[in-house]
């Protein structure tokens, strides 16, 4: 804002704690466009995300296929962020298709790795039944593995969120975690320029 530039693009951290930052933006008539990760506050022109409810509902169809209907599941969420809430919400809606399919734990991860490891230790000590696990980030997902990993839980399914190197290569490798859902960081990156170039 102090720069004068003529459109701001974000990326929010919290997407509650951006918003009187827009505010600001907004009172100087600056534009503001949002990729990846919705915020609340303020005036977007544009938002350019993933379907994130349908990746959601992509994670909860593979782990229930792959568990045969049955068994208890958890989540590693990241509720400071809107596209994490959205994950989840999608998870946990296509999970009541599977009434033999029950989520037994959503903690908080933070999308970091070293808390979502604690998150998915805490969850594990507490439900050592759970034998699936969706992380909404890969940091998320990978933190789960080193978890049931540490366990010797090869025994479980767990799935992740967009696809990294990292993950790419845990799937391929034969690890706990079996599946991503694969977002298109480039495509979101184009089209939010794209959408700036057609306010313009």
């Known amino acids: 804002i102090v720069q004068r530039v003529d459109a701001i ?17 907004n009172r100087a008539g600056i534009p503001v466009f949002t990729a990846d990760i919705a915020a609340q506050g303020g005036q977007v022109v544009s938002h350019i995300a993933s379907d994130n409810l349908a990746g959601g509902r992509l994670a909860a169809d593979f782990i229930s296929k792959a568990l045969n209907g049955q ?37 908080n991860g933070g999308g970091l790795r070293d808390k979502a490891l604690k998150a998915a230790e805490d969850m594990l000590q507490g439900n050592p039944n759970i034998k699936g696990i969706f992380g909404i980030n890969d940091d998320s997902a990978l933190g ?20 990294i190197p990292e993950a790419v290569k845990a799937i391929q490798r034969g690890s706990a ?4 859902v694969a ?17 313009f």
Not at 79 to 107: C, N, T, W, Y
Not at 146 to 160: K, L, P, Q
Not at 190 to 197: L, M, R, V
Request: charged share 25%; proline share 5%.
């Open 144 to 163: 789960a593995l080193s978890a049931a990993e540490a366990r010797g839980r090869n025994d479980m399914v767990i799935v992740g969120y967009d696809a």
């Open 177 to 180: 975690l079996k599946a991503d």
């Open 71 to 107: 068994g208890e599941v958890g989540i590693i969420g990241q509720p400071e962020v809107q596209s994490g809430l959205d994950r989840e919400l999608g998870f946990k809606e296509e999970m009541k298709k599977h009434p033999g399919i029950k989520v037994a734990a959503s903690l």
């Open 9 to 25: 693009i974000l990326c929010p951290a919290d997407s509650k704690g951006i918003g009187p930052a827009i505010e600001q933006a």
């Open 183 to 199: 977002q298109q960081p480039r495509d979101l990156g184009a089209k939010t320029i794209e959408a700036i170039s057609k306010h």
